[in-house]
Structure formats: structure tokens, C-alpha cells
């Protein structure tokens, strides 16, 4: 079993900071990419940034320049830093990770209520 369990969502004033933190524990084995993933009411979930296990990140052209993801391999975590929020990133935010050597599986946290407020 693997468990993902997210913690930093919260309710915060346009503008400003959250940091969100992802810790994977469980029968881990190999982790490959871990990332992070948004849903707003009546919207479809999407990508926010992700990065992989040597590193290389990506990030959806709304959160660019804003966002930073960031991983401690050590301690399988990830981490999501949001800068200068606006109220269209107002969402549940997911953490994913992809685990696995042969056979790679999703596994996702229960999620995390950000609001920023205008």
C-alpha cells in the first residue's frame, strides 16, 4: 500500500504565498515522476507542474514563473511553492506520484482546498 498525504492548502488573499507538501510513505519501491494537480468546480483536473526523479520539471503555462515544484527524494516528498496567487487558482490541489520499475501506477492524495481571495 502506498499513501500519499498532502498538507499547506489553505485560505489566502490574492497575492500572496502557500506552500503545499506531498509525503509518500507506504511500499514505495521506485518513484518515478510526482507532481501536482488542480480542480476547480465544473472543471476538468489538470496538471499543474510536475518533475521527474533526475529532476527535469514542467509546468502548465498558467502557474509559470509563479509556481515552483520541488522534490526531496530522501524523504519522498514533493513540494509545490505558490507565489503571487491569484483567485483563478482557487482549487482542490491533488499530489500524484508514478511508482513502479516494470509496471508504473498512479497513486494520488486525497487533496488539498486552496482559495485565494480577491
Known amino acids: 500500500q502506498v499513501q500519499l498525504v498532502e498538507s499547506g492548502g489553505g485560505l489566502v488573499q490574492a497575492g500572496g504565498s502557500l506552500r503545499l507538501s506531498c509525503a509518500a510513505s507506504?511500499?514505495?519501491?521506485?518513484?518515478?515522476?510526482m507532481g501536482w494537480y488542480r480542480q476547480a468546480p465544473g472543471k476538468q483536473r489538470e496538471l499543474v507542474a510536475s518533475?521527474?526523479?533526475?529532476?527535469?520539471?514542467n509546468y502548465a503555462d498558467s502557474v509559470k514563473g509563479r509556481f515552483t515544484i520541488s522534490r526531496d527524494s530522501a524523504k519522498n516528498t514533493v513540494y509545490l511553492q505558490m507565489n503571487s496567487l491569484k483567485p483563478e487558482d482557487t482549487a482542490v490541489y491533488y499530489c500524484?506520484?508514478?511508482?513502479?520499475?516494470?509496471?508504473?501506477?498512479?497513486?494520488w492524495g486525497q487533496g488539498t482546498q486552496v482559495t485565494v481571495s480577491s
Open positions: 500524484n506520484a508514478k511508482i513502479g520499475l516494470l509496471t508504473v501506477r498512479d497513486y
Open positions: 507506504g511500499s514505495i519501491g521506485r518513484i518515478n515522476t
Open positions: 518533475i521527474t526523479s533526475g529532476g527535469t520539471t
